[in-house]
Nanobody, 124 residues
Framework: QVQLVESGGGLVQPGGSLRLSCAAS????????VGWFRQAPGKEREGISC????????DYADSVKGRFTISRDNAKNTVYLQMNSLKPEDTAVYYC?????????????????WGQGTQVTVSS
């Protein structure tokens, strides 16, 4: 069964950091571009970052640019999202997903396999 599993979420104070992981099974992540997305209560799902198959290209939403970094370790079949300088506005459920076709806009419509999400809460 193809499965993506997010982990690393939790409760942090503003200005803090978290590193999210997206671990894949049932597929070789090497062949896929991967995106990170988030959805806050009452909001649409937002593409925040994505990375190309070979890791040579990364893109970020303006809301996270300069604070978040996406990376991949194909040997571990895992993609990461390092989140620094977290703000209360970053509070959301964070999802990873994979696609065979990279889209620099990180639009969620392009992605097929999805994880179940991990909660990130930024609050004092």
């Amino acid at each position: 069964q193809v499965q993506l599993v997010e982990s690393g979420g939790g409760l942090v104070q503003p200005g803090g950091s978290l590193r999210l992981s997206c671990a894949a099974s049932g597929l070789t992540l090497y062949y896929y571009a991967v995106g990170w997305f988030r959805q806050a209560p009452g909001k649409e799902r937002e593409g925040i970052s994505c990375i190309s198959v070979n890791g040579g290209r990364t893109d970020y939403a303006d809301s996270v640019k300069g604070r978040f970094t996406i990376s991949r370790d194909n040997a571990k079949n895992t993609v990461y999202l390092q989140m620094n300088s977290l703000k209360p506005e970053d509070t959301a459920v964070y999802y990873c997903a994979s696609t065979l076709t990279y889209d620099s806009t990180c639009s969620p419509i392009r992605y097929g396999y999805w994880g179940q999400g991990t909660q990130v809460t930024v609050s004092s």
